[in-house]
Nanobody, 129 residues
Framework: QEQLVASGGGLVQAGGSLKLSCAAS????????MGWFRQAPGKEDEFLAT????????YYADSVKGRFTISRDNAKNTVYLQMNSLKPEDTALYYC??????????????????????WGQGTQVTVSS
């Protein structure tokens, strides 16, 4: 079972930035994609961004496009989420997830949490106004 350990969360003022990291144990060659999600209190899981491990192509939710950037370091088996221009509504528990293989022919990006097989424990991000 892959272990995903997220870090980098904290308290930041509106307009500030944070960079989250998610380190995965195991072999990156067995990873198809990594994704970032968040869950705010009383709300459902929200897809933020995903990156295809081989090649590094990315896909973002409209709510974070232009503010958040997902990237990965293959050598470190780590995925990052750079978050800029943070807003109070970005306050949530952020967690990463791993997808082992493409599920559907012709579909590159997966945005449902159930598409992913492994999830990390999450890191809290709080944005003050």
């Amino acid at each position: 079972q892959e272990q995903l350990v997220a870090s980098g969360g904290g308290l930041v003022q509106a307009g500030g930035s944070l960079k989250l990291s998610c380190a995965a144990s195991g072999r990156s060659s067995s990873t198809y994609a990594m994704g970032w999600f968040r869950q705010a209190p009383g709300k459902e899981d929200e897809f933020l961004a995903t990156i295809i491990w081989a090649g590094g192509s990315t896909y973002y939710a409209d709510s974070v496009k232009g503010r958040f950037t997902i990237s990965r370091d293959n050598a470190k088996n780590t995925v990052y989420l750079q978050m800029n221009s943070l807003k109070p509504e970005d306050t949530a528990l952020y967690y990463c997830a791993m997808k082992r293989s493409r599920t559907y022919v012709g579909v590159d990006y997966y945005t449902a949490i159930n598409d992913y097989a492994n999830w990390g424990q999450g890191t809290q991000v709080t944005v003050s106004s």
